[in-house]
């Protein structure tokens, strides 16, 4: 799934965010964010117009490097988080990090490595490397949450269910990057990788194999997931009402 706007995640969302008088204030218990984040205005426009700006214009590059952590198909939210671990409540500090703990505890035990070790509350592994479908099952917005809680940074999949991305760019927690091949075949836990993520050129770098691959741009998403969430954004550009108000 690819990720031209932010409109393609949500058609209403600048109407349902525009007006800050009619907006009430609310503060998700998802909401984590760094707040040095200065936000910049949402694009109307597709990706392709977007790549297409002159190569004059600074842009950011984000990067992301570390161990790989690789999984197959239709892993789904009970696997990355089981049901059981929904009463935790991330806007709470020593929960959020508890939470961290259990990401990915749900795998069956052919996966000889564990995500998190037993006794430990973060992982060791901070891209995730997956096949088509991840993410599928029941919407839980703690399934992106206890990823970003153990450490991880990204997730590089075939294919993504939609509500799973969705929740990704509204927790702000992972960025959830579309792979142009099938890197879940050509990857192995323990690799040490880069995700450099800028528009128009992110890539995957395998040091462990030499090899490159080109990911698909996030597009509008970025700026929500750098905010810390589809809320910290709303709030920076000035489209509801802070926490405070």
Do not use: W
Request: aromatic letters at 8%; hydrophobic letters at 35%.
């Amino acid at each position: 799934m690819a990720a031209s706007s932010l409109q393609s995640l949500n058609p209403t969302f600048s109407q349902t965010l525009a007006s800050p008088n009619t907006s009430p204030s609310f503060r998700s218990p998802f909401l984590r964010f760094n707040s040095s984040f200065t936000p910049k205005p949402l694009s109307t426009r597709s990706s392709s117009s977007l790549i297409a700006r002159s190569a004059a214009e600074p842009q950011e590059r984000k990067t992301f490097h570390g161990l790989c952590y690789v999984v197959g198909d239709n892993i789904d939210t009970d696997q990355i988080i089981p049901a059981e671990f929904l009463t935790l409540v991330p806007s709470n500090p020593d929960e959020y990090e508890k939470l961290g703990s259990y990401a990915l505890i749900g795998l069956p035990a052919s996966y000889k490595d564990r995500f998190v070790q037993p006794g430990e509350m973060k992982t060791k592994y901070s891209i995730i490397i997956g096949g088509e479908n991840f993410g599928c099952g029941s919407s839980r917005e703690h399934a992106p949450v206890c990823l970003g809680a153990a450490g991880a940074k990204a997730v590089v999949a075939q294919s993504y269910a939609r509500i799973f991305f969705r929740n990704s760019v509204a927790t702000g927690e992972v960025y959830p990057l579309d792979s142009e091949v099938r890197v879940c075949d050509e990857c192995k836990t323990g690799d040490v990788a880069t995700v450099e993520l800028r528009e128009g050129d992110s890539v995957l770098i395998n040091h462990t194999t030499g090899k490159e691959y080109k990911l698909k741009p996030i597009g509008d998403a970025g700026p929500v997931i750098d905010a810390g969430g589809i809320f910290a954004y709303a709030r920076k550009a000035g489209m509801i009402p802070s926490a405070a108000a």
